[in-house]
């Protein structure tokens, strides 16, 4: 039976007071045997924003949820005041690195070519990059999408080939139905996803039908289940939803109903 993920991206969000209960209550539900076997079909996974990961890692240590960083420098270590190498991030227990998020791309002038460079950090050491694609609601509205998605693909899988992209995995998520509250609808998910796939399987077969593909933007724990159900969706990276142990849990709850319908 396949498995769900549920990845929560807290951005830049909290302090060490919300910190704190925002992790008791997630590790204090996951820690219960009972627990265990409600989210035996779900990999859970939190993105913590950079000072917060060691405490992170710390209350993570014995449950099943996994750690994850927000972002990674595109060098290795050295001189770079105020970057944070990929090796870091292994260091204090990251297994897993969000690249390319539209937010990177809007605030911090993040290019193909740098995103590209932190890819190959990632791979490097051994953290599983998650590159996130989506097109503007402009791009949207002049149909643009399927091309906007698979440019921003093309660029990463042309550079470092099949079997580091399958290293990854790929989130779609729109611009527009980031923090807006209005999500993508399941068939407009199903029909980029779809096209996701479809261009990863013309590079390799095997790489189409692995892959995980994940969705994001404005997931609640209402509209969760319907964008689960589709067969193209391997699960959810939330944002807002993420900031409440409660309904992070309910998007939780709904990938393990998904698995198990
Ligand atoms: P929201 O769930 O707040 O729309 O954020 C989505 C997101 O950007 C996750 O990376």
Redesign the pocket.
């Known amino acids: 039976m396949k498995k769900l993920l549920v990845?929560g991206?807290w951005?830049m969000n909290g302090d060490s007071t919300s910190v704190t209960s925002l992790l008791n209550s997630l590790t204090g539900e996951f820690d219960k045997a009972l627990d265990k076997a409600r989210f035996k079909h779900c990999e859970v996974l939190i993105f913590p924003p950079y000072v917060y990961l060691a405490q992170v890692a710390d209350s993570l240590r014995d449950t099943q949820l996994k750690l994850g960083a927000q972002d990674v420098d595109s060098r290795d270590t050295g001189a770079v005041t105020g970057g944070v190498a990929a090796a870091m991030l292994r260091d204090v227990g990251c297994q897993f690195v969000?690249l390319g998020?539209?937010?990177r791309r809007r605030l911090f002038h993040e290019d193909n070519e740098t995103i590209t460079r932190k890819f190959e950090q990632c791979i490097a050491h051994d953290l599983c990059p998650i590159l996130?694609v989506g097109e503007s609601l402009e791009q949207r509205r002049t149909g643009v999408t399927l091309e906007v998605v698979r440019e921003q693909l093309e660029f990463v899988c042309d550079r470092v080939g099949a079997t580091y992209m399958g290293k990854a995995m790929v989130?779609y998520?729109p611009v527009w139905?980031?923090?807006?509250?209005e999500?993508a609808k399941p068939e407009e998910v199903e029909e980029v996803h779809a096209g996701i796939r479809a261009y990863l399987a013309g590079i390799d077969a095997e790489l189409g039908a692995s892959t995980r593909l994940l969705y994001?933007?404005?997931?609640t724990p209402e509209n969760a289940s319907a964008l689960l159900a589709n067969e193209d969706v391997d699960g959810v990276?939330?944002?807002?939803?993420?900031l409440s142990g409660e309904k992070f849990l309910q998007v939780c709850q709904a990938a393990e109903m998904a698995v198990l319908k």
């Open positions: 990845a991206n951005k969000i998020h539209s937010e996130c989130a998520e139905a980031i923090g807006t509250g999500s994001g933007g404005s997931v990276l939330a944002g807002g939803a993420s």
